[in-house]
């Protein structure tokens, strides 16, 4: 089993530019989770899903959409990139909000 | 909403034991838990608490009191490569997502 698999690995957008993150996972898991980490930081959510078809907003929504048309993805959508959307963002999934299973990651630099 | 508080750094040697503690506030407390994060890596799940009490899993225990909105991960004979950052989460109830800790940054020393 792969578990969680974020694509891609790094990016570098220009301000303005939109972008894709997407996250599979190959565990069955119903719950999966959208979060951000900046440097010294813990872990911001900013959507997640309870099933497919569904999302709900997290902390930090704004200037990001998600889709969650198939079980296995969940995919992260920057409209119009900013300098503040720089970071580190992780996805998780799980069969239990307490227990996640998390990817390894997406580096975004936004100039 | 809520909020947690833990120690930004902690500092041990090896063989030692070492306490992590965090507090919680939240309007409608689920459970507890506890992650760990590597330089550069992602986070992997250690142990989860909602009940009062002690829970232990190899070296790491995690301990819970609800009624002081208070809970600690304990590390026994640390080896350095515990050295990490360790994330307090909480969840309400009715809520079906975590709210992590600022993160505890462990330094194990030779």
């Known amino acids: 089993n792969a578990g969680v698999t974020q694509t891609p690995k790094f990016r570098v957008l220009k301000t303005g530019q939109s972008m894709t993150l997407l996250c599979a996972q190959d565990?069955?898991?119903?719950?999966m989770y959208w979060y951000r980490q900046d440097p010294g930081m813990g872990l911001r959510l900013i959507h997640y899903?309870?099933?497919?078809?569904?999302?709900a907003k997290g902390e930090v929504p704004d200037g990001y959409n998600v889709s969650r048309l198939k079980k296995q993805n969940f995919l992260l959508g920057l409209e119009s990139a900013a300098p503040s959307q720089t970071s580190v963002y992780f996805c998780a999934s799980s069969y239990s909000p307490d227990e996640q299973f998390f990817g390894p990651g997406t580096r975004l630099t936004v100039l | 909403g809520q909020s947690l508080e833990q120690p930004s750094e902690v500092t041990a040697v090896e063989g030692a034991i070492v306490q992590i503690n965090c507090t919680y506030q939240t309007s409608g407390f689920y459970g507890l838990s506890w992650y760990q994060q590597h330089d550069g890596g992602a986070p992997t799940f250690l142990s989860y608490?909602?009940?009062?009490g002690l829970e232990e899993t190899g070296r790491f225990s995690s301990f819970l009191s609800r009624s002081d909105s208070y809970g600690y991960l304990l590390l026994q004979e640390l080896q350095m490569k515990d050295s990490a950052s360790y994330f307090c989460?909480?969840?309400?109830?009715?809520?079906?997502?975590?709210?992590f800790g600022s993160g505890t940054r462990l330094q194990v020393q030779p």
């Open positions: 608490n909602a009940l009062d």
């Open positions: 989460a909480v969840r309400d109830t009715g809520r079906r997502a975590l709210t």
């Open positions: 899903s309870v099933g497919e078809g569904t999302t």
């Open positions: 565990m069955n898991h119903e719950y």
